[in-house]
């Protein structure tokens, strides 16, 4: 089956620290991977994709690299600011009955201090 | 821009009660979602459309239904709400049968059952 395993929370890190929040998936065939990004009191949005293996997806200076070898999505970043507290998804798709459906991980909680 | 609308931020019923949680996009996207959100255990799917009048269950749909009578709407419906299924609800759409694309999502509806 289709699963996403997540590292677990909450994460503190001081503004300008480095940022590795950790994503391993199980897919019956080829997924795209995402990572989705819920500021507070908000829904989810996307923050970016990669849609086949070795592609690299980035935005707002995070970067997930999809490995096929190693079925992870790792998201990065070099230089967290306050703004990017949030809690952060990473998640695959594939087909089933018609629709795509989205598997999510639990989500990692990030708190940047100041 | 997409937009995905749920008709409340917050809602507050009682046990027993029958409750609809609306969810309107307006991009004419094929699919339709509606997850669960809980802490510790991320998004949980509940049930998915994939076009008018066709549903499917997902991963926890017990206690709910849906209903799908116009390409724009998807409504969850609690039959008889009961204090377990207090929680943050989630709808998102989503175009077509590419894996690779984005899920678009509403604000979130805050169900407390008393």
């Known amino acids: 089956g289709n699963s996403v395993t997540q590292m677990e929370g909450p994460v503190t890190l001081s503004e300008e620290a480095f940022l590795t929040i950790n994503c391993t998936y199980t897919?019956?065939?080829?997924?795209?991977l995402f990572w989705y990004v819920q500021y507070p009191g908000e829904g989810l949005q996307l923050l970016l994709k990669?849609?086949?293996?070795?592609d690299k997806g980035s935005n707002k200076g995070f970067e997930a690299t999809y490995r096929k070898e190693t079925t992870s999505f790792h998201l990065e970043k070099g230089s967290v600011q306050v703004s990017d507290s949030a809690v952060y998804f990473c998640?695959?798709?594939?087909?089933?009955?018609?629709?795509?459906?989205?598997?999510f991980g639990t989500g990692t909680r990030l708190t940047v201090i100041p | 821009d997409v937009k995905v609308t749920q008709s409340s931020r917050y809602l507050v019923k009682r046990t027993g009660e029958k409750v609809f949680l609306e969810c309107v996009q307006d991009?004419?996207?094929?699919?339709m979602f509606w997850y669960r959100q809980d802490p510790g255990l991320g998004l949980r799917l509940i049930y998915f459309?994939?076009?008018?009048?066709?549903?499917e269950k997902g991963d926890i749909p017990e206690g709910y239904s849906v209903s799908r009578e116009k390409k724009e709407r998807f409504s969850l419906i609690l039959e008889s709400a009961s204090t377990n299924q207090t929680s943050m609800y989630l709808c998102?759409?989503?175009?077509?049968?590419?894996?690779?694309?984005?899920?678009?999502f509403g604000q979130g509806t805050r169900l407390t059952v008393v």
């Open positions: 998102a759409s989503r175009y077509g049968a590419y894996v690779g694309t984005e899920a678009f």
């Open positions: 459309s994939y076009d008018v009048k066709m549903k």
């Open positions: 990669a849609t086949k293996a070795d």
């Open positions: 897919a019956t065939g080829y997924p795209s």
């Open positions: 991009m004419d996207h094929e699919n």
């Open positions: 998640a695959l798709s594939d087909s089933r009955s018609g629709a795509n459906n989205l598997f």
